[in-house]
Structures are given as C-alpha cells and as structure tokens.
C-alpha cells in the first residue's frame, strides 16, 4: 500500500522540463525533513520543514492522505486526466519522497505501465534511496530529477548524501539530472564546494540550480545571487515557475 497526497495537472516548474505539460502524483512520506527549509504554524503548532510538509508529515497530514491498494486506482486517476486531453503530458512522481514506496508492487506495477505506454516519467527524489534496477528494469527508463539536499536543508551530510544511490541512478539511466535548492547565503558559503563533492564525478550530467523559495517574495531574496552563481560556475540556473505564475495560489 502506499500514500497519495493529490495529483494535478499543470505545467513543470522546476528543472529540465520547465514550462511542459505535466501530470502529477504527489506521494506521500519522506525519509528526510529538512527542517530550515521554512517554519510553519499547522494546528497551533511551530513547524520547521519544507514547502511540501502536507506531504512529508504523516502525523500531521496523514488523515488526508488516500491509501492506495491496488496500481488500478493510480491508471484511473491517470485515464481521468487523460480524458480532458488529446496529448500525452508528461507524468511526474514526486513527494515527498517517492522513492520509500520504489519496491512496494503498486508503484512498480504503475511505472511498468507508464513506460510501456509510452509516457515520459520523471521521479522527483532526493537520491538517498538506493535502486535496484537490475530486478526493476522499468526504472531504467524513468527520468530522475534528483534533488541531493545541501546542508541548507540542515539535514546531516549522512542523512542527505548517499553516493551509492546517486552512482546507481546515473549509471543506470539515460537522461537524469541534478537539481539543487540554493539560499544567497549559501552561495557565499559554500555551495560550489557542495555540489562539486556530489557530481564531481558525473561531468555529463546537466546541473541545475533553484533559488530557495516557495513564495515570490522570498524567491526573490535569492535569485540573482544563485543566477550570478551559474554564470561563475557554468551550472544551468532553474527558476520555479510555477512560484512566479502562481505564487501561493492553488496551482492550476
Ligand atoms: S527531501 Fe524534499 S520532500 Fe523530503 S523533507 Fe526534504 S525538501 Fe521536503
């Protein structure tokens, strides 16, 4: 069984695929918490996460969160979409961390079937959790956004860095990429010695780079500063553009 947090229909706002048609399952629970990420106040209570804590935090959220039992309730949910357009949009796994459920036989079953219908699918992680893609071949065909947590995020390196994974991923798939989420004070501290620590070894895998912010006002406290930081160093700069359409309204 796994956790479904909601799916939507709107465009990619992150990464690579900036501005495509996407389709979106967000799942629910995560290995990490990332705690400087944003303080929030939920029932009361001060809350240190980030900007998907509807999604990561099962005590909180839970209750909202649809159990799903079998792969047919994800193919509906995906035909339902389907219904109302005459393309085939991208498909987006994201969390959370949607990686915990990579072995659970529903999510499996549910990539098996988007590839061999033809969807181009990408799986938003943050690379800490190691596949293996030899007895889960399907994988092999998925695009990886993997989103590697900086010490920003105040996880410990253990926690957000598991190299085994990353190299798994990259050698197993044909096109994933490297998203990271940058503060302005962290590009004047350390981040270029960050990123080259996790894909210093991986010089043909694009890299791209997002100011931290889930509102515009604080997207913009950090923009400039990670775009100067991709000129300097030759890193891809991401905006979050759905941040920019759509600030805190409910995404279209
Ligand atoms: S890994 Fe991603 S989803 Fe999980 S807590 Fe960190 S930012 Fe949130």
Excluded at 123 to 150: G, H, P, W
Excluded at 184 to 208: C, H, K, M, N, T
Aim: charged share 30%; net charge negative.
């Amino acid at each position: 069984m796994l956790y479904l947090v909601e799916d939507f229909y709107s465009i990619q706002g992150e990464g690579k695929f900036v501005g495509t048609p996407s389709l979106f399952f967000r799942f629910g629970g995560c290995n990490l918490r990332c705690p400087n990420f944003g303080e929030y106040f939920i029932q009361g209570k001060k809350v240190f996460g980030c900007d998907s804590i509807q999604a990561v935090s099962k005590e909180l959220f839970g209750k909202k969160w649809r159990a799903i039992e079998k792969m047919e309730e994800l193919q509906e949910i995906l035909d339902s979409h389907l219904e109302h357009l005459d393309f085939k949009p991208h498909v987006v796994l994201t969390g959370g961390e949607p990686l915990i459920y990579w072995n659970d036989k529903i999510l499996y079953a549910f990539v098996e079937y988007l590839v061999r219908e033809g969807f181009i699918v990408t799986i938003e992680t943050n690379a800490t959790i190691a596949i293996d893609f030899e007895r889960y071949e399907a994988y092999k065909d998925v695009i990886f956004a993997m989103a590697v947590k900086l010490s920003n995020s105040g996880e410990r390196y253990e926690k957000r860095v598991n190299k085994e994974a990353i190299d798994a991923i990259v050698k197993n798939t044909g096109y994933s990429f490297f998203k990271f989420t940058l503060s302005r004070s962290l590009v004047e501290f350390r981040a270029y010695e960050e990123i080259v620590d996790i894909v210093g070894e991986y010089p043909e895998v694009e890299v791209f780079c997002m100011p931290l912010g889930d509102r515009l006002e604080e997207l913009k406290k950090h923009d400039k500063a990670v775009a100067e930081f991709c000129m300097i160093y030759g890193f891809i700069y991401s905006d979050r553009l759905q941040v920019r359409l759509w600030n805190r309204e409910k995404r279209r």
